[in-house]
């Protein structure tokens, strides 16, 4: 942006943290006990992080800025997706530009090719008869010992999500410290059950199993895609080293 006569605020990373689950929302027991889903004890960092870049950049007022930034339409391409779906970016914007460094400049098609892939996975894995009956199971499970029905792991998460922002929202201080802390226990307590029902349901096995039935003619398809997209990765992990370093 510099080189384009234009000044670029580089906001504070993201602190490194994480929820305790994954993509179907499963998760172990110890951990459960230990952290809840992680959502109550990142609270507070999340909406810090919620925060960074929104505050407006010092030139974005000026013309071009938008353009400079992210491109223009003359140079819009186009990535046909696993599946036929399409999506384009502006290859001239400094956003492509950075991303073409840091990886390389196949990463976009390789990113969206396996991102695709994988939101296609989750999907298959989710409508399988075997992740389905598992789930099932663990449904019956959950409303037994805590009372509450939930179609899958991942609502039960998003309901601990859904309580902490509303009740949250407005607090700050002792009273937020206070709050976080009460909701931290019912969210354990329902984390520590949705695990123990994942064990006695199989979910985990049956998600495995789902998935690698689902993954490996997608992985023969896609091999060069796959080892393509392992290389950039390392690529950016060195060039972000580098520059850290």
Not at 189 to 209: E, I, M, N, W
Not at 217 to 243: I, S, T
Request: with cysteine; glycine share 8%; aromatic share 8%.
């Amino acid at each position: 942006m510099h080189g384009r006569s234009y000044y670029f605020r580089v906001p504070h990373a993201p602190t490194p943290h994480g929820p305790a689950g994954n993509t179907y929302g499963l998760i172990s027991p110890s951990t459960a006990s230990r952290q809840g889903y992680g959502i109550l004890d990142n609270f507070v960092v999340n909406r810090e992080d919620d925060l960074i870049g929104v505050q407006a950049q010092p030139d974005a007022h000026r013309p071009g800025f938008e353009s400079a930034l992210t491109g223009t339409r003359a140079s819009a391409t186009t990535i046909t997706l696993p599946g036929g779906g399409r999506i384009a970016y502006n290859a001239n914007g400094c956003v492509t530009v950075a991303i073409n460094e840091l990886y390389t400049p196949a990463w976009n098609k390789i990113y969206y090719t396996v991102n695709t892939l994988a939101l296609h996975i989750v999907s298959e894995v989710e409508t399988s008869g075997t992740w389905k009956k598992a789930v099932l199971i663990w449904s019956r499970c959950v409303k037994q010992h805590y009372g509450r029905t939930f179609a899958d792991p991942t609502a039960a998460v998003g309901a601990v999500n859904n309580t902490a922002t509303a009740q949250l929202a407005n607090l700050s201080g002792d009273k937020l410290a206070d709050r976080i802390a009460y909701l931290r226990e019912g969210e354990v307590r329902l984390a520590a059950t949705d695990a123990q029902c994942q064990v006695l349901a199989g979910l985990a096995g049956a998600t495995a199993r789902s998935q690698r039935i689902i993954e490996q003619p997608l992985e023969k398809k896609y091999a060069q895609d796959l080892k393509a997209y392992a290389q950039d990765m390392r690529h950016a992990n060195g060039v972000a080293d580098r520059l850290l370093s």
